[in-house]
């Protein structure tokens, strides 16, 4: 072997050695451009401006469509009635997902700016812009990357995450035969350059409920002529708080919160029924539906004790939640990749949240799922960050991590699990999305 051939295979070695993530830290580099990084910032500007709620996102769509066009990226349209799957690399497998939600709140905006939305009532008040601009800043850095990409990155442009887009996108074959998918959120817990998530329970899963305790209303003067409700419903609550301080296990986070009170009208009169309303939440599906059952029965028989009855409904047109749970070994890829993107004193392991997340419905439908948290604070914010707020604020300077991250998952990915996976053993099983 004479020595070129000696030279190059040094080098080859050398270049796998000091580049096990492909290069995850040129991807930042490319996404913080200038020219990059603001024509994602015009993106999110844009869509901030024009906020549109769950499945009514016609506008939104139609921008990340166009942009998607530019940059020579197929897709397919429409998924739950706005949502875009766009397809990046070979059209083969394996297949990864990086997903992005797309809708507002009916919030009004009260931060002053100069892109501040035009829409009364309405108002990107979680985030869901950044979320398009990344995933779009993604699309871009894979799809110059191309010829290196090891299968195919899926695109997932999801609508309506407030009220459980990701379950119909599923129901409708958005995420048919991927092998892993990756999710995330910006938040202003963590400081700009800084990526948080862990593995296992992210985020609760939640539902809600909503139960109707009906008496005999009367004169408030003559009470024994009457089966006050309000009494029921109020021994009612206190005996659900029971279900968390004396049936769950302490070491098992779970929330029952009644948000909402409605009965009677006037100061002397005993109303007919009473209505109550709120939320439930926990890490385990186990104790999910544990609690959920134990709602209904203290509600029901709590409300008979008092000789009054009751109907519980749990609101299934609101899409129960379940828990945003990470698999272990993404968490390992993860951790990999984020630490060569950030440096590894910036990947940061959270504690749980008892916020949910339309992704979890994800699990149900990929082998394996990721959710991970894009830090935006500084020590000059002015605003609240905390999201669904009025005065929600975006740190545009993330937008770049995110964008970075994304694709450096979904590159090394395919580079390191895609020779394991049961979608390339065989191409007579090939989803051919292309």
């Not at 040129?26 to 993106?43: K, N």
């Not at 059952?293 to 409904?313: G, K, M, P």
Request: charged fraction near 20%; aromatic fraction near 8%.
């Amino acid at each position: 072997m004479d020595f070129s051939k000696h030279l190059s295979l040094l080098l080859f070695i050398v270049s796998i050695l000091f580049d096990s993530t492909n290069g995850a830290s040129v991807l930042l580099e490319r996404a913080q451009e200038s020219e990059f990084t603001d024509w994602m910032v015009g993106i999110r500007r844009r869509i901030h401006e024009n906020p549109e709620l769950g499945y009514e996102e016609f506008e939104t769509s139609k921008l990340i469509r166009k942009e998607l066009d530019s940059m020579g990226i197929e897709y397919k349209h429409p998924f739950a009635v706005t949502g875009i799957v766009g397809f990046v690399g070979t059209g083969k497998p394996p297949f990864v997902g990086l997903r992005a939600d797309m809708d507002a709140l009916p919030i009004q905006e009260s931060v002053e700016w100069e892109h501040k939305s035009k829409v009364p009532g309405k108002m990107h008040a979680c985030g869901h812009d950044a979320h398009v601009a990344m995933l779009l800043g993604a699309a871009k850095i894979l799809q110059e990357r191309k010829s290196e990409i090891q299968g195919t990155v899926v695109l997932i442009f999801q609508p309506a995450e407030e009220v459980g887009g990701a379950k119909r996108m599923i129901d409708e074959g958005a995420v048919q035969n991927i092998d892993a998918i990756f999710g995330f959120h910006i938040t202003g817990v963590y400081p700009v350059g800084t990526i948080a998530s862990r593995p296992g329970p992210i985020l609760a899963g939640s539902g809600f409920f909503e139960a109707v305790i009906t008496g005999k209303g009367g004169h408030a003067a003559i009470p024994q002529h009457t089966i006050d409700p309000i009494i029921a419903a109020s021994n009612v609550i206190v005996s659900l708080q029971h279900l968390i301080s004396r049936e769950a296990d302490p070491l098992d986070s779970q929330v029952v919160t009644v948000a909402k009170f409605q009965g009677g009208g006037a100061f002397n009169v005993i109303p007919n029924s009473v209505t109550i309303g709120g939320t439930f939440r926990a890490f385990s599906k186990e104790s999910f539906m544990q609690l959920r059952q134990r709602i209904e029965e203290v509600i029901v028989r709590q409300a008979s004790v008092q000789r009054c009855n009751a109907t519980v409904d749990f609101l299934s047109y609101t899409h129960p939640l379940p828990p945003t749970i990470n698999s272990p070994s993404l968490h390992t890829h993860f951790k990999k990749v984020a630490s060569d993107i950030v440096g590894p004193a910036n990947v940061l392991e959270v504690q749980p949240v008892m916020g949910s997340e339309d992704f979890a419905f994800f699990s149900d439908a990929v082998p394996a799922t990721y959710y991970y948290f894009v830090g935006m604070h500084t020590d000059s914010d002015r605003h609240s960050t905390s999201v669904h707020s009025p005065f929600f604020t975006i740190n545009e300077a993330a937008l770049s991590y995110g964008a970075a991250l994304h694709a450096s998952l979904a590159l090394n990915y395919l580079s390191e699990f895609g020779i394991n996976l049961p979608n390339t053993v065989s191409e007579d099983a090939a989803h051919d999305e292309l």
